[in-house]
Each structure stands twice: as structure tokens, then as C-alpha cells.
């Protein structure tokens, strides 16, 4: 095996030895350590240690050049994309890992100061790179691509239910209450704080159809919003099923037929 096959083995395996799974959960930790930084250093009273901060976010930014850099080259060897650089380098992951570390590269080499709270911000996308060592994550992300026909067609009825729901209150409250219900698209303000059952206050019906109306809102926004929620916990529970069943298949320790490779019988 060629060095670049190991090392994109090392990184990529779905099975990794011991040093790679540490090497995996250090850099899933500089990446919470990432975002830890940038909360905290908000903090007026850590203003003193504004230098620590600037050294570590060199030190994380040099890290996570390296390992993108790696990757780069070791992408040669998957066979998932072609053994295309260029394919890996046009890939999610790969556009993430871009996005945590370019701000930072233009930072350093001396992007106008004024673009420099955007850039702190910015550093934020370095949490979407936990994906790549969250088993839970992957997960989450599988299942929304598997239910994403669903999830559309749910939020379309919602779509629908907004707008036939703020038409209707326009029509009852604007009378009333002219400068609060303007409009149907001011009206739709109030149909989503209702709908997701958040009821700001700053919009209420006060006749009684308002009212009514208002109240039957509510309880639909509850079955709107139960709908989805459920739709992905059951599909979350197969994902994760499917999960244990192909760590079972590829479980060392169970007995196969040495020609074709499955389980033998009575396993």
C-alpha cells in the first residue's frame, strides 16, 4: 500500500485503527475548542487575553490548513469520486473545510480591519466540520436526505396554511385594529409566532372571531409542527438501525464463510 493510500485510509476508513480514531476525536475537539473561542472571547472582562485567543485561532487555522491540504492530496485515492481531485474539491465536505479556514488566510494576510468582526463570525462554520466525526451527525444528515420529498411537501402545507390563515385574520382584525393588522404580509408576522406557538403578543386578535380563530391557529401550528417531528424520529430510528446492522456485518468477530463471506449458519 502506497503512503497516500494510507493516509487517506487514516483519514477516510471506515474502520480506523486507534491513532486515527484519536486523531479524529483531537481535531472534533479543536473544533468545540473553536467555538467555545469564539463565545467566550466576547466577554469583556477576558479583553486581557486577547492575545491567547489570537494565538490559538493561529495555532487551530495552521491546523486546519494542514489537514484540508492532506486531504487534498490523499483524495486521489477514493474511488467515490473518480480518484479526482477536483471532484473531491468541489464536494460538501470539502467546501466546509474551505469555508472554516479561508476567512482566517485572508485575515493573516491583511484584509481590511473593519471586515474583521465578519471574519471572527465567520470562524463559527467551523462547527458544520464536526459532521465529519459525529456518527450522530451523519446520521441526522442521512435521514434528511432520505425524507427530504416529505419534509418539502410538509412545509409547502405550511406555506399554505400561513397564507390562508393571515388572510382570514387580516380581514377579521383589520377593522378593529387597522394599525396593528396593516396587511395580509404584516399579518403573516403574526400567523408564524401563532402557528409555531410562540405568541410574541405584539399582534393579538381582540374580537372575539380574532380570538376564535387565533385559538384554532394554535392548535393547528402544534399538529403542523408534530408532523415532521415525528417523520424524522422514526426515520432517525431506522437510520441508526441500519447503522448497527452494518457495524454487525462488518464485526470481525463474527463467524463467515470463507468463500463467499457471509454470516454462517446459526450467527
Avoid at 100 to 112: E, N, R
Avoid at 136 to 154: E, F
Avoid at 230 to 259: Q, S
Wanted: aromatic letters at 8%.
Amino acid at each position: 500500500m502506497t503512503l497516500r493510500a494510507s493516509v487517506h485510509l487514516f483519514l477516510e476508513g471506515d474502520q480506523p485503527s486507534l491513532p486515527a480514531k484519536l486523531c479524529r476525536m483531537s481535531l472534533a475537539a479543536l473544533i468545540a475548542a473553536n467555538v467555545a473561542a469564539v463565545v467566550i472571547e466576547t466577554v469583556p472582562s477576558l479583553a486581557p487575553y486577547d492575545g491567547a485567543f489570537l494565538w490559538f485561532e493561529s495555532f487551530s487555522l495552521a491546523v486546519f490548513t494542514i489537514e484540508f491540504l492532506v486531504r487534498l492530496w490523499a483524495a486521489k485515492e477514493d474511488p467515490s469520486i473518480g480518484h479526482s481531485r477536483w471532484r473531491w474539491l468541489v464536494s460538501v465536505p470539502a467546501l466546509i473545510d474551505l469555508a472554516a479556514i479561508v476567512p482566517g488566510l485572508l485575515a493573516f494576510l491583511g484584509l481590511d480591519l473593519r471586515l474583521l468582526r465578519i471574519v471572527r463570525l465567520s470562524r463559527i462554520v467551523r462547527l458544520a466540520k464536526l459532521g465529519r466525526y459525529s456518527l450522530a451527525v451523519q446520521t441526522l444528515g442521512n435521514v434528511m436526505r432520505a425524507k427530504a420529498p416529505d419534509l418539502l411537501s410538509l412545509l409547502f402545507l405550511l406555506l399554505i396554511l400561513l397564507v390562508l390563515v393571515s388572510t382570514t385574520m387580516f380581514y377579521v382584525e383589520h377593522e378593529a385594529q387597522p394599525a396593528v393588522f396593516t396587511s395580509i404580509p404584516a399579518t403573516m408576522w403574526w400567523g408564524i409566532v401563532t402557528l409555531t406557538t410562540i405568541g410574541y403578543g405584539d399582534m393579538a386578535p381582540i374580537t372575539a372571531a380574532g380570538r376564535a380563530l387565533g385559538g384554532i391557529v394554535a392548535v393547528l401550528g402544534i399538529i403542523m409542527f408534530a408532523l415532521p417531528a415525528g417523520l424524522l424520529g422514526a426515520a432517525f430510528v431506522d437510520e441508526l438501525a441500519k447503522a448497527r446492522a452494518r457495524a454487525h456485518h462488518h464485526d470481525p468477530a463474527m463467524p463467515r464463510c470463507p468463500h463467499c463471506g457471509g454470516e454462517l449458519p446459526g450467527h
